[in-house]
């Protein structure tokens, strides 16, 4: 039951930010935009509109983000401790023949 | 990783420093680029060897034609542009269905007349930049299943913070085409996690 009124809830929220202003296909085409802080203000204003009435939109802000933020970390610890000897040997060979 | 201003100024130092003929100042430079070139490399070719060359092989660029590189600023984006010819190289003769093949449109949002279908919030169930080992290995996946000239993006601007203009550069586009294509893969990358941290079996968010 709860979940139920929860799904009408989001859904009516998303449908009268829609006819506010911003639907939430436009939302995601705008996400890039929004998330790297180069979307100009007015649009941004629209956005954060959006997100106050749809709970799905501002899941997909979140997940979003959290994306980016997570594939910074991803190359770290990536390059085995031996090719990285190795590596430091091949240097060193190429610096003294030059 | 992203790019940390302070790691850049000494990248920087090292660079110019480089330039004036001191040697040691490769060591700097290496220990600075070596795991970004790796990774970088490995997700381009696929190939823990073919990454390794690639990187021997910048590194060499390095040390022979730093004089060539009038800004020291412009550093990253000259050797990532190495790196990406020298890729391309080892992929070139490979079959082609050995790389990803994947629809990028199937990992797309799905929306109906607009509205977009459910979305799970599981931003909170990881901590933001924390990696655990099997979220790490489903994020490489994902990574690694985007068609190259995504996932070449992707790689630049999320994975090793050059900006839009400077992937723009190493990949001969324009900034808005770095966007489009960035957007696209940050999509099909959030969806893949999404599979994973959430245990959804459909590969998109559906209408309901």
Redesign the interface.
Known sequence: MFNLLKKVRDTLGCWFSAARGVSCEELVRLLIGYVDGTLPAEDRTRLDAHFKDCAHCLSMMRTYRQTIDLSRGVSNNSMPSEVRLRLQRFLKEKIQER | ??RNPQNTDTLIEAVTRLQSGD?AA?ESI?EQC???L???A?KMTGN?ADA?EV??EV??TV?EKIGTLREPGSFLPWVFTTAKNLCFLKLRGRRKDQDATVSLEDYM?R?NR??????????DR?E????SKE??RH??AA?QKLPIEYREI?LLR????LS?EEAGKVCGLSVAAV?SR??RA??F??EN??QYLTGAGTKQ?SW?
Request: proline share 3%; glycine share 6%.
């Open positions: 990783m992203a040697k490769l290496l070596q795991e970004r790796y990774y970088y490995l823990p390794e990187v021997q590194f060499v040390l949002p929306f607009g509205h977009i279908g459910a979305v799970e919030d599981w931003s990881v933001s930049g924390a990696l979220l790490a994020l490489d990574i992707l999320d994975v090793q913070g839009a966007k960035l957007h940050r999509l990358v959030r996690l999404s968010a309901e």
